[in-house]
Nanobody, 123 residues
Framework: VQLQASGGGLVQPGGSLRLSCTASGFTLDYYTVGWFRRAPGKEREFVAATNGNGGSTYYADSVKGRFTISRNNAKNTLYLQMDSLKSEDTAVYYC?????????????????WGQGTQVTVSS
């Protein structure tokens, strides 16, 4: 059972990145999936989540209107499209999966975690 995150990198303020996270060893169809991040010197925080069929989404206020979470169950993959990036978005981003259909915002509610991918927003 594994989640593999990718797509991080260095981007200028105002730029965009798309993170991907592919599951192996289990099927994401029955899982709520989410993204979290940990900035330097800070606790890990919730970013976004979507339910099993992608019909419902929830975002942290800090990213609402700039980030979009989506999923492709046929590819067993979730995504985080990040637009209008700011320096304060610099962090290690983690994908996670929680068994069940309800949206989750607490990291303790998630069962599986990816290894993290670094996003750095800097000029």
């Amino acid at each position: 059972v594994q989640l593999q995150a990718s797509g991080g990198g260095l981007v200028q303020p105002g730029g965009s990145l798309r993170l991907s996270c592919t599951a192996s060893g289990f099927t994401l169809d029955y899982y709520t999936v989410g993204w979290f991040r940990r900035a330097p010197g800070k606790e890990r925080e919730f970013v976004a989540a979507t339910n099993g069929n992608g019909g419902s989404t929830y975002y942290a206020d800090s990213v609402k209107g700039r980030f979009t979470i989506s999923r492709n169950n046929a590819k067993n993959t979730l995504y985080l499209q990040m637009d209008s990036l700011k320096s304060e978005d610099t962090a290690v981003y983690y994908c996670a999966a929680a068994l069940g259909v309800g949206l989750r915002v607490g990291e303790y509610e998630y069962d599986y975690w990816g290894q993290g991918t670094q996003v750095t927003v800097s000029s």
